[in-house]
């Protein structure tokens, strides 16, 4: 037993947010000093549509079906999961660990957001959300606020956000996949 909590004792917290506004992809609006992402991609129609695309957003199926590679405490996105989101390949892949902020299991409207945490090469938020809207078609949007987290994201400049551009843009695309399905 001393043993037992001995190890619970020396087990590390997990890392820190490494930005303030946690939460603010929720609450709007988009905090200043971070660079803004808003993308929408029309994924389809109907319930059934919403319904896919809503289970694949929050089970991780999406990223995992976009090349990112997800190792999570959860078979599905709930706020306090820690994530860590790996994209790349060999010595160019990066981990990223992150924390879910905040969850939307509505009639409508399906999502998480998930914010960084000390390491991420980045510094911000990003949500993820499917909606089924009045006239029955059904949206995904990406909205994100981030600065350089890290030295290299910093050099990067222009580059990342392209790259972040590029991928939310992925993401719509593999998911209108997989729903279509």
């Not at 079906?65 to 390949?89: D, H, K, N, Q």
């Not at 392209?162 to 843009?169: F, T």
Request: net charge positive; glycine share 10%.
């Amino acid at each position: 037993m001393t043993r037992l909590i001995r190890s619970l004792s020396t087990t590390p917290a997990p890392p820190a947010f490494n930005y303030p506004d946690v939460g603010a992809t929720r609450t709007r609006p988009l905090p200043t000093g971070y660079h803004h992402l808003h993308h929408e991609a029309l994924i389809g129609s109907g319930r059934e549509v919403f319904e896919r695309a809503g289970a694949a957003v929050t089970t991780w199926r999406m990223h995992r079906a976009a090349s990112a590679r997800m190792r999570t405490g959860s078979a599905r996105a709930e706020p306090g999961t820690a994530v860590y989101v790996s994209l790349g390949a060999g010595p160019l892949r990066i981990t990223a660990p992150c924390e879910v902020v905040w969850t939307a299991y509505e009639e409508r409207r399906t999502g998480f957001a998930y914010g960084t945490r000390e390491g991420h090469p980045e510094s911000g938020e990003e949500s993820f959300v499917v909606e089924l809207r009045a006239d029955g078609s059904v949206w995904f949007t990406v909205t994100a606020f981030s600065r350089p987290g890290r030295w290299y994201t910093q050099a990067a400049g222009p580059l990342a956000r392209a790259l972040q551009h590029g991928y939310a843009r992925h993401l719509g695309r593999t998911l209108r996949k997989i729903a279509d399905r």
